[in-house]
């Protein structure tokens, strides 16, 4: 995460604060879906965890090293700025969801990525020129908490693809 953040740069101090959220999200994990207390999360004991922990709650009750995670995955997208060593701009833009997606996934068009941003974003994000953490938060949160498959939030990592 902070060769990531860091466009390739390795900085010693905010890789302690990165392993400072990874150690904390994994001993929070731990205290929450490790079950049996074996020192190991298995996929369905991580799956439970987040249900109890996340379906039907908003951001605000997530767990700490949950909203962690979630505030630095947002630093990771919005790379507006980066390139010239400044600040971020405090918004995912088309053009940052659109990176993001394309180093995750592959994709045949961009239109498909413009639909599935477009689908996230209000009236207000569009006045605003994207989403700003705090709509981030939320639809992080609907993303993992609500298990409605029409919630615009399906579309945070990128288009829904059709199973095989």
Not at 60 to 65: E, I, L, V
Request: glycine fraction near 6%.
């Amino acid at each position: 995460m902070t060769l990531i953040e860091g466009k390739g740069d390795f900085n010693y101090n905010r890789y302690q604060e990165n392993l400072h959220i990874m150690l904390s999200l994994w001993e929070e994990i731990a205290e929450l879906a490790d079950f049996n207390k074996d020192g190991v999360v298995t996929v369905e004991e991580f799956k439970a965890a987040v249900q109890k922990s996340c379906v039907g709650r908003s951001y605000r009750d997530f767990p700490q090293a949950m909203k962690m995670f979630i505030d630095s995955h947002f630093k990771l997208v919005d790379i507006n700025g980066q390139h010239a060593k400044i600040a971020d701009d405090g918004v995912i833009a088309a053009d940052e969801f659109r990176y993001n997606c394309v180093s995750r996934i592959p994709v045949d068009s961009v239109d498909v990525l413009d639909e599935a941003y477009q689908n996230l974003l209000t009236d207000d994000d569009r006045k605003r020129g994207g989403l700003t953490l705090s709509r981030y938060q939320e639809l992080y949160a609907q993303f993992l908490g609500n298990p409605d498959e029409n919630c615009p939030a399906v579309h945070l990592f990128g288009p829904l693809r059709e199973s095989c």
